[in-house]
T-cell receptor
Framework: SAVISQKPSRDICQRGTSLTIQCQVD?????MFWYRQQPGQSLTLIAT?????????ESGFVIDKFPISRPNLTFSTLTVSNMSPEDSSIYLC??????????????FGPGTRLTVL | GIQVEQSPPDLILQEGANSTLRCNFS?????LQWFHQNPWGQLINLFY???GTKQNGRLSATTVATERYSLLYISSSQTTDSGVYFC??????????FGTGTRLTVIP
């Protein structure tokens, strides 16, 4: 298994503000990802967090809205910028640690439940 | 991109009943995982099962990769089994694509 911590666990924010979510994982040789889960929906990948370089974003997500950092192998942040009520979601950090020579099973943090008023 | 459809979308069971959840995917996959999202939002890994059959207590799963589907069996259901069950797959890329989910409610 994997140990993934996220903070904050939840927050209520005003529109127009920004929130930074932190994620800490226990494995150094791992891939890290950020997902969004809108109310009542499935999970959607926002981006892959790359250590020491710009994140790789999925279609529909842009760096200006969701800047991501990964300053070292075990830590990443996701910022939700200039928030609107449509950003109210659960944001989940995920890691896929390498086992031997391959990356197989993926694990998820406890999530950050964001409400934007 | 790949489509991952789950059925049924909603399921209500009496405690003690058995159920089968299905996951169909539209293209070849490298990996497949089943998750349980509890009422607090936590995603719990159930199975990593790109092919074959695995069992863990009251749960078991089977993936037939050549026919592009996977099944999750829950036996003797308990109220703590309630939540949303997701299957998720990996194709050539390394990230998971999630299915539409099955919401399970087990009533006492």
């Amino acid at each position: 298994s994997a140990v993934i911590s996220q903070k904050p666990s939840r927050d209520i924010c005003q529109r127009g503000t920004s929130l930074t979510i932190q994620c800490q994982v226990d494995s150094q040789v791992t891939m890290m990802f950020w997902y969004r889960q809108q109310p009542g929906q499935s999970l959607t990948l926002i981006a892959t967090a790359n250590q020491g370089s710009e994140a790789t974003y999925e279609s529909g997500f842009v760096i200006d809205k969701f800047p991501i950092s990964r300053p070292n192998l075990t830590f990443s942040t996701l910022t939700v910028s200039n928030m609107s009520p449509e950003d109210s979601s659960i944001y989940l950090c995920s890691e896929k640690p390498r086992r031997g020579m391959v990356y197989n099973e993926q694990f998820f943090g406890p999530g950050t439940r964001l409400t934007v008023l | 991109g790949i489509q991952v459809e789950q059925s049924p979308p909603d399921l209500i069971l009496q405690e003690g009943a058995n159920s089968t959840l299905r996951c169909n995917f539209s293209d070849s996959v490298n990996n497949l995982q089943w998750f349980h999202q509890n009422p607090w939002g936590q995603l719990i890994n159930l199975f990593y099962i790109p092919s074959g059959t695995k069992q863990n207590g009251r749960l078991s799963a089977t993936t037939v990769a050549t026919e592009r589907y996977s099944l999750l069996y829950i036996s003797s259901s308990q109220t703590t089994d309630s939540g949303v069950y997701f299957c998720a797959v990996t194709t050539g890329a390394n990230n998971l694509f999630f299915g539409t989910g099955t919401r399970l409610t087990v009533i006492p």
